[in-house]
């Protein structure tokens, strides 16, 4: 069993991306490091409450030589907050192929994030106010220019790259991808019907998260990748019966794709939830830095741990063969 605490400054609820990358952690802790990890796949449950720490129950479900395979429940209390389904294989040489990486402007020809919020800043002040840890460059206008315009768009993309170096653990590596994949992954969704943070009435509630490593992954510090967001078909199709799905791909600079994943959120007639991952939902949360999580004394035959919650969105950089 793990421990895992929040940030000093929280949303009403706990951020799902956290939830996903404290369980990975957990999951990665008790797993050999010859395997690497291949998919992690989170159904969220309840609210947690950012006032109290959560327990991270790690369950073996199997272990070979080649692979393996844990799930990691996240409670408080006797309260299940998420459920994720972890597996891990041994890297192997293989068939290979991929998509292409969308073509995009150099980073450093776009404009930064406080550029964009120039004009804004009553419109948007969480994002004004709040720390930026990270650097993000958008190749396209954020949702609230595109609004400002009357503008819709299909899809998303912007550079990112972290302004903090992070240990030389492959574990919080991973982790911190899998947190910065559940931030603005559903920014595509809203666009696509000309909707924006701090325009609309836009509410969180993620459904579940899943995430596919397509390579190892190697250090997420300081390097820049263009992130593809985008809804899988048109917004009239998938956005229904109470539910949204989006997509994005991820790659690192010059390389090949280094993971994919989906996240399905609710809405109901009066307002549209874009989950849990949308700036509207954790500003409060994903630009402050963490605080170390409270020890705790485990049970007899459990492994006690401290674990930090992530800081914010970690780019991607994956090992180069």
Known sequence: MFVGGHPTVNPPRTFGGQLMAQSLVASGRTVSE???LAAISTHFINGGDPELDIEFRVQRL??????????????QGD???SSALVSYLKDSPGLEHAVNPPVVADPETLPSIDEHLVGYEETVPMFVAALKPIEWRYDNDPAWVLKAKSQRLEHNRVWMKTHAALPDDPVLHSAALVYSSDTTILDSIIT????????????????????WFHRPCGSMTGCC??????SPRRAGE??????SIATERCWPVLSRKALSNTSRGGHDSNSFSAGAGSHRYHHHFHHQGPREAQRREAPVGHHRARFSCLRTHIVVCHREE
């Open 34 to 36: 010859k395997l690497s």
């Open 62 to 75: 199997r272990d070979e030589r080649s692979f393996a395979n844990r799930r990691v429940d996240a409670v």
């Open 79 to 81: 309260l299940l907050l």
């Open 192 to 211: 696509t019907h000309g909707l924006s943070w701090g325009y609309d009435r836009i509410f969180a509630a993620t459904i579940n998260h899943s995430v």
């Open 225 to 230: 990748m263009p992130p593809s967001r985008r």
């Open 238 to 243: 998938w956005v229904q019966d109470g539910t």
